[in-house]
């Protein structure tokens, strides 16, 4: 009975510590940025924003369109897990722009090498545009 009992008063104080987290973490987001904010003082976050768009060759035989795919799905898998790779996804329009990345890395020339190597811009399917992008520091969470 004393173990239900202190399992329980533990589930309470657990929710109520994560519960006061979380509305900590939403109170600190929805505050507003400071007119004169700067990313060395803490403020805002930079980050590379990568455009993947279409690049001049897109006539590779079916097979060999698959592997491509197949080995750039496994670059931007091996740069998610070395942590330089925070987001990506494809456009789901069929426009020039096909997808996008969001690099964690605060200046273009430390990613784009790595960026360069995937397969698909090797066989020229795509084509990389980079951009700096700051974000309010804490707005991007992942587990």
Do not use: C
């Amino acid at each position: 009975m004393k173990t239900k009992i202190l399992l329980i008063v533990l589930t309470i104080l657990m929710f109520n510590v994560s519960e006061t987290f979380a509305q900590k973490n939403i109170q600190a987001a929805k505050e507003p940025i400071k007119e004169n904010a700067k990313v060395d003082d803490g403020q805002m976050k930079t980050y590379v924003m990568v455009f993947l768009k279409k690049g001049a060759n897109r006539n590779h035989p079916q097979e060999e369109a698959k592997k491509i795919q197949a080995l750039h799905m496994e670059h931007l898998n091996m740069m998610h897990k070395e942590g330089m790779l925070l987001m990506a996804g494809p456009f789901a329009d069929d426009h020039d722009i096909k997808g996008i990345l969001i690099m964690n890395a605060p200046a273009i020339d430390q990613i784009k090498q790595l960026v360069e190597d995937d397969p698909a811009i090797k066989a020229g399917r795509l084509i990389a545009e980079y951009h700096l992008w700051y974000t309010k520091s804490g707005t991007i969470t992942l587990p």
